[in-house]
């Protein structure tokens, strides 16, 4: 049963255009959202992320919308630039009952490519 | 700053050998976890710690076991590696709130 769903395998984008990554949850315990970015051959590196008392978040070129009542959250990057080519997880979190450690679930991530 | 440091960051094992995958960290953090990450999916969560001496399943644990001994060192132990067990293995700590710092990743092959 996949928690975090990102139904679109890959992306392709003008240099200069705005890039829109979609994220879909299913468990309503889920109270913060994150994006990682991830090269090939590397490890995902954090972008941003959003909590659930929020509606919007944004850092630079990067803003992340969520809407609760639908469950879903997205990502948008404007304006792209062809460095933005990576793989790009939602990732979602809910509190754990021992230690109260929260733990991330990740969807399978989208393929973004910026054409320049 | 090292981060997360994973070893070996390549290896292919035969059918029924075993290995240790290796996990430092000098943030200071006591959350840590295993992932992997298997072609087209995202990243499943094998075991995780919150702390020196305490550790616990995750998602997929089934052939896999780990200790954690010290704050620093997460290692993930396979005993009897199976093809199922191809992939990439994605170690990352944390302390609150939320963000993960991730290793650069051991890619496994199992034949």
């Known amino acids: 049963d996949q928690q975090v769903k990102q139904n679109s395998p890959s992306l392709s984008v003008q240099e200069g255009r705005i890039s829109i990554l979609n994220c879909d949850y299913t468990?309503?315990?889920?109270?913060?959202f994150l994006w990682y970015k991830k090269y090939p051959a590397e490890g995902p590196t954090f972008l941003i992320s959003?909590?659930?008392?929020?509606d919007k978040n944004e850092d630079g070129r990067f803003t992340v919308f969520l809407n609760k009542s639908a469950k879903h959250l997205s990502l948008h990057i404007v304006p792209s630039q062809p460095g933005d080519s990576a793989v790009y997880f939602c990732?979602?979190?809910?509190?754990?009952?021992?230690?109260?450690?929260?733990?991330?679930?990740f969807g399978k991530g989208t393929k973004l490519t910026v054409n320049p | 700053n090292a981060g997360v440091t994973q070893t070996p960051k390549f290896r292919i094992l035969k059918i029924g050998q075993s290995m240790t995958l290796q996990c430092t960290q000098d943030m200071n953090h006591n959350y840590m976890y295993w992932y992997r990450q298997d072609p087209g999916m995202g990243l499943k969560l094998i075991y995780y710690?919150?702390?020196?001496?305490?550790?616990d399943k995750g998602e997929v644990p089934n052939g896999y076991n780990v200790s954690r001994s010290t704050t620093e060192d997460f290692p993930l132990r396979l005993e009897l590696a199976a093809p199922s067990q191809t992939s990439v293995y994605f170690c990352?700590?944390?302390?609150?709130?939320?963000?993960?710092?991730f290793g650069s990743g051991t890619r496994l092959t199992v034949v």
């Open positions: 990732a979602a979190s809910a509190i754990l009952t021992r230690g109260g450690s929260e733990k991330l679930v």
């Open positions: 710690s919150v702390g020196a001496g305490i550790t």
């Open positions: 959003i909590s659930s008392i929020k």
């Open positions: 990352a700590s944390t302390t609150e709130p939320y963000g993960y710092t």
């Open positions: 468990n309503s315990m889920f109270d913060y």
